[in-house]
């Protein structure tokens, strides 16, 4: 008599056997756009992206300071009537625009304030070794001459829920966050989406900023709302994911992650290198550090020559690359820099 117990078998039996419905298999360029089509309509669908009403952008700048070699701005966007992202754009001096631009998404941790040097209590780092696994890369990327865009994720810094807030510590409000959004039909993850688009759509007011080149890069957290933006949104132009790309069934199904990674019913339609491939031909870089414990190495390498499939099918792999690095969960930046400067120039 069986006396196997275990609730996981189902799912794991289905997710073993099943025919996810938007998974990669386009043989010539025909098939391989009516994919694209039919699994972007479906991936807006299922993290509720139609949820939100567009509003008036109507940006206000708050502050403006100067650092060595550039300026950072601190804007307020409106992302829907409801709600408001506080931004920093880092614009190098003497800029003689158009330039190219990259929207820099931060992980979890105290939000935006990380990527721009800027401690938990408000005050500038000096010393650039006691940076954390983030490692001020917007920092890195406006003193390669870009403009460079730094949204607060919702959830995080200054967008948490006022009583999270109140605690006085860097609790996220993901938790709260995540859950009435599934109760009311859409997901975490079409929040930031929603709002990283309306980010993209702010920096095509900028007259400093070349519309033509926009790129975005993102680390965890970050790096989820890169991949499933750029993935829907051809605005990006250049892609750099640190520290996501994998299976979900390695690391989202295998390590306990927030709620917010998770999108019911993804995959019953694709899985996460599914998602990637909606990128090509735009230029890709995939960087995760060998040891790597949410993000398992082997796990990103299979997902990367997934992702390969779609570039080898449009001739584009010299627009595909990859950093997989001797580190933790954190960014490199070994080749990402330049790998943003190169396909945006």
Not at 147 to 168: L, W
Not at 240 to 264: E, M
Not at 322 to 328: K, M, N, S, V
Request: glycine share 8%; hydrophobic share 40%.
């Amino acid at each position: 008599m069986e006396t196997d117990y275990d609730p996981l078998k189902i799912f794991l039996e289905k997710y073993e056997k099943g025919k996810r419905a938007f998974s990669f298999n386009a043989k010539d360029l025909s098939e391989l756009e009516s994919w694209r089509l039919g699994f972007r309509r479906k991936l807006r669908e299922l993290i509720g992206l139609d949820f939100f009403e567009y509003s008036e952008i109507s940006p206000k700048t708050v502050d403006r300071k100067h650092y060595p070699g550039y300026f950072r701005e601190k804007v307020i966007l409106r992302s829907d009537p409801c709600t408001l992202i506080p931004v920093y754009v880092l614009v190098p001096d003497e800029c003689e625009g158009p330039l190219p631009a990259a929207v820099a998404m931060h992980g979890h941790g105290y939000g935006k304030d990380d990527l721009v040097g800027i401690w938990e209590d408000g005050t500038d780092r000096v010393n650039p070794l006691s940076r954390g696994y983030q490692k001020d890369f917007a920092l890195e990327l406006v003193r390669r001459r870009l403009i460079v865009i730094v949204p607060e994720q919702s959830g995080f810094g200054e967008r948490r829920t006022k009583e999270d807030i109140a605690k006085g510590s860097e609790q996220s409000s993901c938790k709260m966050l995540s859950l009435w959004a599934l109760m009311m039909g859409t997901t975490a993850m079409g929040r930031r989406v929603w709002d990283a688009m309306r980010v993209i759509d702010y920096a095509f007011t900028r007259k400093d900023i070349d519309h033509s080149r926009i790129g975005m890069m993102g680390i965890s957290g970050g790096g989820a709302t890169t991949l499933f933006t750029a993935a829907l949104d051809e605005r990006v132009r250049v892609v750099v994911i640190s520290g996501y790309l994998n299976t979900f069934r390695n690391s989202i199904l295998a390590v306990d992650h927030c709620i917010d990674n998770y999108v019911p019913g993804m995959l019953r339609y694709g899985e996460m290198h599914d998602i990637a491939a909606l990128i090509a031909p735009r230029p890709l870089l995939v960087e995760n550090g060998s040891k790597d414990p949410i993000f398992p190495i082997e796990a990103t390498k299979y997902a990367y020559e997934q992702v390969r499939r779609a570039y080898a099918l449009l001739n584009a792999e010299d627009r595909l690359d990859a950093d997989f690095f001797e580190g933790r969960h954190e960014i490199s930046g070994r080749k990402a820099y330049e790998f943003m400067v190169k396909w945006l120039s």
